[in-house]
């Protein structure tokens, strides 16, 4: 299959008044929500013309919308950098013309992509709301139409001076509106796909979507700045007892690697045997970037808290802190392409877009 980037642009009928109106725009990339059952009974993605016919209630909205559609939409499990750019560059084009984004995804790796969206955009202030289904928009007990609803409504939603109300890129699902770098894909069958385990959330939607506003990220009033490169060679290891050191060579001995996420037992340890730390050693003389980020979800890595990971301070290995590996991985493909080592080296061990606790940039 060939993945092509080329979109399709629909005009939503709503029930906005020209001229007055808040401005939304959707981006469409795939996944379950956009599917609808064929004639010959298997599920294809829809076309979004029809979308109207599946979410009748977009006519009720007082502003207008626009959808910008792949028009090969993808399985999330097909997410790559070449998307991320293309979703940050289409929300740098029509930056000053909209008031908020809503970007419909998949489920399997749509918190890598909400990761990679919040720090290709710098100084954003406006939302990027990311939002799915569990069930596709053509069934009757479909999430879709909540998912999406519920979104628009936080993207178009101002706070009492005027600005965006969420102006950062989130994760709005079943019921919760996320920090898109601090959540996980928790949950494949039921509806509440989504946690955020070291950070709150941002709003809840029951009869009223309650906004957590000391949680938001506030706006620092500099202009938009989308970066649209992404190293390509950033990779993940993760440890497991009986790791061995030809699988751990294979991984660390890639001749173009410049960046390396490993994920660690507990609060950052490692195993003891000298090839580690080793390895460990060679990665350092080659000035390769490497990240510890715990495989806990829950927590925080802290080097040298136990002898089995004193290795990492020993040989320059920075701490992730609470990051979850989905912006761990996709923070480092951002610094390493758009930055000095430098400056890579400092901005990995703090927060730069709220993605762990602690020191920032
Ligand atoms: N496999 C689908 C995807 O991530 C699942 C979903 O959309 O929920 O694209």
Redesign the pocket.
């Known amino acids: 299959m060939s993945l092509s980037l080329e979109t399709y642009e629909v005009d939503i009928e709503t029930g906005a008044v020209k001229g007055q109106e808040a401005k939304i725009l959707m981006i469409y990339t ?4 956009g599917m609808v059952m064929s004639e010959s009974g298997s599920f294809e993605p829809f076309d979004f013309q029809n979308i109207p016919q599946y979410v009748p209630e977009l006519k009720l909205f007082e502003f207008s919308l626009k959808v910008i559609a792949l028009k090969d939409p ?4 097909d997410m790559s950098p070449m998307y991320w750019i293309k979703i940050a560059s289409i929300i740098k084009d029509n930056y000053d013309n909209y008031d908020g984004f809503v970007v419909l ?6 918190a890598y992509s909400a990761s990679a969206l919040s720090f290709l955009l710098e100084n954003l202030s406006k939302p990027v709301v990311f939002t ?3 069930i596709p928009i053509g069934e009757i007990r479909s999430d879709a139409r909540d998912n999406l609803i519920s979104s628009l409504e936080i993207a178009v939603q101002k706070n009492e001076n005027g600005g965006a109300m969420v102006p950062e890129v989130c994760i709005f699902f079943d019921k919760l509106l996320l920090r898109g770098n601090r959540a996980k894909k928790f949950e494949s069958s039921h509806f509440d ?1 989504f946690k955020s385990e070291n950070f709150p959330e941002l709003a809840e939607a029951g009869v009223h979507i309650d906004f957590r506003e000391e949680v938001i990220y506030k706006p620092n009033n500099k202009d938009l700045i989308a970066h649209l490169k992404m190293s390509e060679h950033v990779v993940i290891l993760k440890l497991f007892p009986g790791i061995t050191e030809a699988y751990v060579r294979g991984i660390c001995e890639l001749p173009e690697l410049r960046g390396l996420v490993i994920e660690t037992y507990g609060s950052g340890n490692a195993p003891s045997a000298p090839w580690f730390k080793k390895v460990l050693q060679e990665l350092d003389q080659r000035q390769i970037v490497v990240l510890n980020v715990s495989q806990c979800d829950e927590g925080t890595v802290e080097q040298g808290r136990y002898e089995s990971s004193q290795v990492f301070l020993d040989n320059n290995v920075i701490s992730g802190k609470d990051i979850t590996l989905e912006a761990a991985v996709t923070k480092l493909m951002y610094l390493l392409e758009n930055h000095p080592l430098d400056i890579v080296r400092r901005g990995v061990g703090r927060s730069i877009r709220g993605e762990q606790s602690g020191e920032q940039y």
Not at 74 to 77: A, L, Q
Request: aromatic residues 6%.
């Open positions: 795939g996944g379950t929500f993808i399985d999330s499990s995804h998949g489920t399997d790796t749509m799915g289904a569990q796909a």
